[in-house]
């Protein structure tokens, strides 16, 4: 028989009462050391003081009215998030997959009012995930996500992870007078912490700006100060026309937002895009709630010493398990540790040690702690990592 809950997740049998900082409560009252962050969303852990005061304080005044109206806390939101990055305006979304669903139709809108309704094609890139809207699934264009879903929307087509003046030259190759967009996650996330190089991030700027394509970046996972900057690309040194934001933007409120130049959002006129949800009172108080700690440059200063030192943690973990591991990957507090033995046998090991951490593809074990882990807990985490390759490498 079906189960009540659509049997959609292959979930861990573990379930959890409450949660504090970088700790979970689970029912039978075993603690564990939370570095999965609800995969990057909770930003500043569980019922951090000041999210908790947000949330109730708006809770008991306005939760919803509706974008017929005026909304002042969206307003308020999306001035600090133009006032803190390339964009100069903001949607409002619940989610990253509907944040990619307006960057791809704001895209298209784009070049259909700039006079080339031709310009429909996006490149993207092999190890994708950008939701599971059609238009998401499309974009990444895997196997296990599209199967049984077709015929997929057209339009999209996916080419090697950029890593060299190669694969550059494959890039500069495909685009066409067709082509609309690059889409790319400075990191990707699902894909196994697979970092682009500046160079190449660069490259894509200069490409895109020769072929008159839309740049856009897929922030979902890697932004909202995971690397230490407010948002990855910034490391880079260049800019999107046009980026999607989610998981960490709402602290673990459903919150999600597209942002954009003026230029590459002149398409957007009022009717011409919508939500119901997208940017009410009650999210955008904690969106607010979550970006004045975030954004703040002495905490993402603090963001790159835990890093280092977390990842210097990690780099001896693995000279510790060869068996187990191989190498450590990704930027800042977005994490992971290519391994050898399956990245399954790792999670798992890790609940009998009291750690959780999320599998990614390319048979990466993924870390993405609470920005605001203490070094005690970093510690805390590399000794319960240890125990767990103990196990995993005793098991081979
Ligand atoms: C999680 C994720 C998404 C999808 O976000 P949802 O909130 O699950 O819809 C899109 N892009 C990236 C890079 C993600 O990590």
Not at 133 to 143: F, K, L, P, R, V
Not at 276 to 303: E, K, R
Not at 377 to 394: G, H, K, M, N, P
Request: proline letters at 4%.
């Amino acid at each position: 028989m079906i189960p009540a809950v659509l049997p959609t997740y292959n979930r861990a049998p573990l379930a959890f009462v409450s949660g504090s900082g970088s700790w979970l409560l689970a029912e039978d009252g075993t603690r564990y050391l939370d570095l999965g962050g609800g995969i990057a969303v909770n930003a500043l852990g569980h019922a951090h003081p000041a999210l908790v005061q947000a949330l109730t304080d708006q809770a008991q005044k306005l939760w919803h009215v509706s974008n017929v109206y005026r909304i002042p806390e969206q307003e308020h939101l999306a001035e600090m998030l133009v006032d803190r990055t390339f964009a100069d305006t903001v949607f409002f979304t619940n989610s990253g997959t509907e944040a990619a669903e307006l960057a791809i139709k704001m895209a298209r809108k784009f070049h259909h009012e700039a006079g080339h309704p031709e310009r429909i094609e996006f490149i993207s890139f092999e190890g994708a995930f950008h939701g599971r809207s059609t238009a998401a699934i499309a974009a990444a264009g895997s196997e296990k996500m599209v199967k049984g879903y077709g015929p997929l929307m057209p339009g999209f087509r996916q080419l090697k992870w950029p890593t060299s003046a190669e694969d550059h030259a494959a890039i500069r190759a495909a685009i066409t007078d067709q082509t609309c967009a690059v889409i790319i996650e400075p990191i990707q996330g699902e894909g196994g912490i697979r970092v682009v190089p500046d160079q190449c991030l660069k490259g894509l700027r200069d490409l895109c700006d020769t072929t008159g394509t839309l740049l856009i970046f897929d922030e979902v996972q890697c932004g909202m100060g995971r690397t230490g900057r407010l948002f990855a690309h910034e490391w880079a040194g260049v800019t999107p026309d046009i980026m999607m934001v989610a998981k960490g933007i709402g602290g673990g409120f459903p919150l999600g937002a597209v942002l954009a130049t003026e230029r590459a959002a002149s398409g957007m006129t009022a009717g011409s895009h919508g939500s119901t949800y997208g940017g009410n009172p009650l999210a955008c108080a904690v969106g607010t709630a979550v970006l004045d700690i975030v954004g703040d440059d002495a905490f993402l200063a603090d963001v790159s010493r835990k890093a280092a030192l977390f990842r210097q943690g990690l780099e001896s973990l693995v000279a510790r398990h060869p068996k187990v591991f191989e190498a450590v990957r990704g930027q800042g507090l977005m994490l992971g540790l290519k391994c050898k033995a399956p990245n399954t046998d790792m999670v798992k090991a890790g609940y009998a040690a009291g750690v959780l951490t999320v599998a990614a593809a390319d048979n990466v074990l993924r870390l993405l702690p609470a920005l605001n882990i203490t070094e005690t807990d970093i510690t805390e985490a590399l000794t319960r990592l240890d125990r767990a390759a103990s196990a995993v490498s005793t098991a081979i």
